[in-house]
């Protein structure tokens, strides 16, 4: 099975596939439910519609892709810098849900992909010139 594995060095590429495969779960669970996502939005879940939801598991769904690719391809400067923007979005998106619009508070449902996003992009960043030879 570890042929399937991404074959670059370092944990970096394992960890995006990791987190690419959890991406995955969280856009299907969006795609058909709005629980998890109040969760998250817990200062007001009621703003949390099916509609919303679905709009977020689509934008989950593209993330994981990203990342997905970035996992097999992490030498490609393109998708590398792409990926890195993408949780530069996550942490901008969830950081300013929670401290300007207030629809989101400290809690599982939004720790979990502020620290993922924040330990993958400080991660990214600090790896960028080993995985792209710079």
Known sequence: MS???PQFPGLLPKWMLFVSSMAVF???QNLTTVSLTR???SAQPSLVSPLSARTFGTWTFLSAIVRLYCAYNITEKTIYDVTL???AIVIFHFGSEW?????ASPGAG??????IGSI??????????YYLGL
Do not use: E
């Open 26 to 28: 969280n856009a299907v």
């Open 3 to 5: 042929h399937l594995l």
């Open 120 to 129: 993958s992009f400080f991660w990214m960043f600090a790896q960028r010139d």
């Open 99 to 103: 401290l300007y619009f207030r629809t």
């Open 39 to 41: 969760r998250i939005y």
């Open 85 to 87: 923007w993408s949780y």
């Open 110 to 115: 939004l720790l979990s992909p502020v620290i």
